[in-house]
């Protein structure tokens, strides 16, 4: 049967990023030799690395005087990375969900922070508007895409003071004006390639600003100045983030990526909103997130919820159950996923409520 693959993260890749790389483990450019087994200093893997960088400079269209690094440690080791090196007296933060808190509370030990708003009280289920940032603060921290919640900030916010963002979940999912960010980083297990690499842009002029000490790997500095070559970078995922770089630029880049996101979530919740049996967890209909669409079973259904997720498992669905922490269901639509896939879901809403 076929798969419809909603997974959160580690998530939905295009197939021939998948292939490329099942191919490059198995020879890596007629070497003989599998991805696997060369060393990420081999003349040959160099040039994979300023593709990457290369490529993600043009579709972000990132101007001059930043770098693309590529670390390991995930999005949470970022969380400690952007204040030990941007936080000097004070940052503000805005809490929009538990990997934005999470943010939050690593800059804690590193100076002053301020959350300049919180939806946490009602449940993540908004992005708070209309909040004032301290204009003496270093940078304000933002998660664009709230990938546990289902929210997502469709613009960049129009502040005085440089932003630093999490893209991890909606990273090529649409344009971004990068000037505005002295920092954008993310897992790339989302959107981008398996886990095990971090994709980090950072404004150069931005760094050595901060009087402390930073640990060497811990220093940005380390890894513009060493082309993310400092340690052992991760080179698998390195590989197949280049093949879905590739493949973005093949597909018409982030324009058409924020095209088909849009469609796919307008027709997603579409039915959402249509069928009888469900709603839409997100309370600001602007704040929907075009990449994770949560819905629970209204009141008045909730004991057909593990009916309904058996019967989206019987169709293929995977990947559909809400996170562990908000319930119901959560159907992630990253850019690999096709049209198709959310079609397939829709029949089975349908489907469903046709039975009850
Ligand atoms: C998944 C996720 C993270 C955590 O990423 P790791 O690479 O596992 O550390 C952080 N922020 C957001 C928005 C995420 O979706």
Redesign the pocket.
């Given at each position: 049967m076929k798969k419809h693959n909603f997974n959160a993260?580690p998530s939905i890749l295009p197939r021939e990023v998948i292939e490329k790389t099942a191919q490059a483990i198995l020879d890596f450019n007629d070497s003989g030799l599998s991805l696997m087994e060369i060393s990420h200093r081999a003349k040959d893997f160099q040039p994979v690395v300023d593709e990457a960088i290369s490529l993600f400079k043009e579709l972000l269209q990132i101007p001059e005087g930043y770098s693309v690094l590529f670390l390991g440690g995930?999005?949470?080791m970022q969380f400690c990375m952007v204040p030990y090196n941007f936080l000097e007296k004070k940052a503000a933060y805005l809490n929009t969900g538990a990997?934005a808190k999470k943010a939050l509370k690593e800059a804690k030990g590193f100076g002053e922070t301020v959350e300049v708003a919180s939806s946490e009280k009602e449940g993540f289920t908004y992005i708070p508007k209309n909040f004032t940032v301290p204009s003496d603060a270093d940078y304000l921290h933002i998660?664009t895409?709230?990938?546990i919640y289902g929210t997502e900030l469709h613009a960049d916010p129009q502040v005085d003071i440089p932003l630093v963002a999490?893209m991890?979940?909606d990273i090529f999912s649409r344009p971004v004006d990068v000037s505005k960010y002295i920092c954008i980083y993310g897992?790339a297990?989302?959107n981008l390639a398996p886990a095990g690499v971090?994709f980090v842009i950072v404004k150069n002029d931005a760094l050595g600003k901060v009087s402390r000490h930073i640990p060497t790997m811990l220093d940005y500095r380390t890894h513009v100045e060493k082309g993310s070559m400092f340690n052992t970078p991760p080179v698998v995922p390195i590989y197949a983030a280049l093949q879905t770089l590739r493949w973005l630029k093949a597909q018409g880049g982030v324009e058409e990526m924020q095209r088909r996101a849009k469609q796919r979530a307008d027709m997603l919740y579409a039915e959402i909103d249509r069928n009888k049996l469900f709603r839409g967890t997100v309370t600001a209909l602007e704040d929907r997130s075009y990449m994770n669409i949560c819905f629970v079973m209204k009141e008045e259904y909730k004991e057909l919820e593990s009916d309904f997720l058996n019967f989206a498992t019987g169709k293929g669905m995977v990947g559909i159950k809400g996170h562990r922490s908000v319930g119901g269901f959560r159907a992630s639509c990253y850019n690999a996923l096709p049209i198709e896939s959310v079609q397939a879901l829709v029949d089975c809403m349908k489907e469903f409520e046709k039975q009850h």
């Open positions: 993260g995930g999005a949470s990997w998660t895409n709230n990938t999490d991890s979940s897992g297990q989302k971090t």
